[in-house]
């Protein structure tokens, strides 16, 4: 006959304790990915928004969409308007602060009322998490 081999209960803690070690250590990588993940897709928000706003520019006499209200702009940005496309599929969302809104004017960019904020006067279009991603 055959005798089974079992784990005794030191050698279960043993192994438990190496694996919480190993858990720990490797934790913080997937941390700073997780960072990296979100300014990438926050940078491609920007990038996206910025180039259709300047081929909304070039394609309306030097005009940027109506901003009245956020749903006017977002209108005009995601439906054809005339002989053109829609610019983008939908205003992205902002992955710190998970909105995909645009305010206009006022304070600032970087106090967090809004994804995404944009200068009526210059165009540029930021985005409204924090002070240090408005300077990207």
Known sequence: MRE?????YVEVVSIAIVL?????????????????SRTCELIDGLHQMRSQLDLYRAQHGNCLPPFDSFKSFKTN??????QYSPYVEKIPVNPFNNLNTVRFDG???????????????TGLFQTDDSA?????
């Open 20 to 36: 919480s070690v190993v858990g720990m250590s490797v934790l913080p990588q997937f941390t700073e990915a997780s960072q990296e």
């Open 77 to 82: 940005m995601t439906t054809k308007i005339g």
């Open 132 to 136: 240090a991603h408005a300077a990207l």
């Open 107 to 121: 304070e600032p960019a970087g106090v967090g009322k809004a994804g995404w904020r944009i200068d009526t006067n």
């Open 4 to 8: 089974e081999s079992r784990l005794s």
